[in-house]
């Protein structure tokens, strides 16, 4: 069965140990779940979502009831697998994590039903990649819990109806665009998720030195935040990083000097912008004049899948103003080309009205 639920284990079993312990045993993915907040009181930022969800779910402990179906959108390392997390942990009810690529057939996704139980969550990471078939499949699954197993093939084909408890399926997705009308209209309960503002980062980076037992002052703490492109998952990776600079080439406190010297030592600048970030920008301008030019042959241009391109780099340069998204392509903004220290190429004048008889 394509169940995943190793991460799951990994975030009780977490609970129980200290994580520097487990940054001991160099366990990096028992330290990254270790740090994720495990129940909504303890979630920072996202406060209109958190309060929705929270409503929903009272509602349904209330009621008895599983809660309605959840759609979780928004780019990477924002909080959807934490929020599914939550929602398993608030409803006192076990997880099963999966994802859109795993589920290649409708024969995948029947043997992951028929494992639930009553009020069991089903987090599908990347359902916009599901398969049709499967996709067609947890229509009925969502909508009247029970599904149709086909038995055979050709006119000899039978379809056997299989009940499937009541469950509350948590879909997360990058790509909200990407999903069919009725599989979106299915979930009771959408959420899209937004950047965070430096004031909550620095809030988590707090939390998490706390937890990482890291030393670090107030300024060391807000350039880390500000650098972090609004994302938790970021802001976690980078507090890890500039705590190691920090044992190693100063005296173990993250102070505004030593963050600043860590992050430029890992080519992450003032404005969070990466290697990645900068090499789109820089392609755009350089290579292209600014475009407009296509995201797949921007994406041969910076060594980088288009996906990467996509879901990675181009929220947040479209977030930073440096790139705009046009019919015609992606097109480099004047603030992208200030970034680099590059003067944009002279738009070409407009003619003036001629006269019917000009010369």
Request: glycine residues 8%; contains cysteine; aromatic residues 4%.
């Amino acid at each position: 069965m394509p169940f995943h639920e190793d991460e799951l284990e990994v975030a009780e079993e977490t609970h129980l140990r200290s994580i520097t312990a487990l940054e001991a045993e160099g366990d990096e993915r028992a330290v990254e779940a270790a740090l994720r907040p495990r129940s909504l009181d303890e979630v920072v930022g996202q406060t209109r979502v958190r309060d929705q969800l929270g409503l929903v779910l009272e509602a349904a402990r209330r009621r008895g009831r599983a809660p309605d179906h959840v759609l979780l959108s928004g780019p990477p390392g924002l909080g959807k697998t934490t929020l599914a997390m939550i929602i398993a942990h608030e409803m006192q009810t076990p997880l099963r994590l999966t994802s859109g690529p795993a589920i290649t057939h409708a024969g995948d996704l029947a043997a992951i039903l028929s494992g639930l139980n009553d009020g069991d969550v089903l987090f599908v990471d990347e359902i916009h990649r599901m398969s049709r078939p499967a996709e067609e499949m947890l229509y009925m699954a969502m909508e009247d819990f029970r599904v149709d197993v086909v038995i055979g093939k050709g006119p000899g084909a039978t379809a056997i109806p299989l009940e499937i408890p009541p469950f509350t399926l948590v879909g997360a997705t990058t790509r909200a665009g990407l999903l069919p009308g009725p599989l979106r209209d299915r979930f009771g309960f959408t959420a899209h998720l937004e950047f965070y503002e430096p004031a909550d980062l620095d809030r988590i980076v707090h939390r998490s030195a706390g937890l990482l037992d890291v030393a670090l002052t107030t300024e060391g703490s807000a350039e880390i935040a500000s650098r972090s492109r609004g994302t938790p998952r970021i802001a976690n990776r980078l507090l890890r990083r500039v705590r190691d600079y920090a044992q190693v080439r100063a005296d173990g406190v993250v102070t505004h000097a030593v963050a600043q010297a860590a992050l430029e030592l890992y080519e992450v600048d003032e404005l969070g912008l990466d290697r990645l970030d900068r090499a789109v920008i820089d392609a755009l301008c350089r290579r292209f004049s600014g475009g407009p030019v296509g995201v797949s042959t921007l994406a041969v241009a910076v060594g980088e899948e288009r996906e990467t391109v996509e879901e990675v780099a181009e929220p947040f340069l479209v977030r930073t103003g440096f790139l705009a998204r046009t019919p015609r392509g992606r097109i480099a903004t004047p603030a992208a080309w200030e970034h680099l220290g590059l003067t944009p190429p002279e738009l070409p004048s407009e003619p003036t009205d001629p006269t019917l008889f000009e010369e």
